[in-house]
């Protein structure tokens, strides 16, 4: 697979953004730094405990601990709708949805978002906003992108400031945790290339065992 560094470099140019030396370095630094940085064994692991939370959907307050007296919940965080594998994601969810609750759990899907959120109201389960990563801060799943990436985000006309309506240039790392009825994570995938997401089989399967 293509390093993530070329990956970016590769989508800015198509946006028909002018990358000189300085530039190129910039993006490749920053990724090969989210790469090297550990986060997934710094984030919440199998066995410990997901810390309760409660946050807005559209119109309601979800919190953890009241989906968890029905069963088990699918925990995933998510970097935005701008992203098309956020969205293949999701999508991939929300096919296979009717099964997860046929195990009696849900999915929570959360993410800082929170404008151009027209696009979650059609899903079956609740986009979370998370304002300023606090709770994918407890988990251990944010990370704060290099100011001098700023521009780059620019030129692919993700505007991050606007869309989170925050100042901080942060984000999570795509995970997906399965969590049990006593808050015990069960399954965890947190992987820091936007590229790799978990299976939905490997999702339904730990979903079953939690059952």
């Not at 490749?28 to 989210?34: D, F, H, I, K, T």
């Amino acid at each position: 697979m293509r390093a993530l560094g070329g990956v970016l470099i590769e989508g800015l140019e198509k946006r028909g953004a002018v990358l000189d030396d300085d530039r190129r370095a910039a993006v490749v630094r920053a990724a090969g730094e989210l790469l090297d940085s550990n986060i997934a064994m710094r984030a919440l692991q199998v066995g410990e405990a997901m810390p309760d939370f409660a946050l807005h959907a559209a119109t309601e307050l979800v919190r953890l601990s009241d989906v968890l007296r029905g069963g088990p919940a699918v925990v995933s965080f998510f970097r935005g709708t701008w992203c098309e594998y956020c969205q293949s994601f999701v999508r991939a969810l929300a096919d296979v949805h009717h099964r997860v609750r046929a195990a009696g759990a849900e999915v929570l899907a959360i993410s800082p978002q929170r404008e151009g959120l027209e696009g979650t109201r059609a899903l079956p389960f609740p986009w979370l906003r998370d304002d300023d990563n606090l709770v994918a801060r407890k988990v251990g799943v944010a990370f704060e992108l290099p100011r001098d990436l700023s521009w780059a985000y620019r030129e692919l006309g993700i505007d991050l400031p606007k869309l989170n309506q925050s100042d901080r240039f942060e984000l999570p790392v795509p995970a997906t945790f399965v969590v049990e009825k006593d808050q015990r994570i069960r399954f965890a995938h947190v992987e820091p290339d936007y590229r790799q997401r978990p299976t939905v089989q490997e999702v339904l399967s730990a979903v079953q065992e939690a059952a």
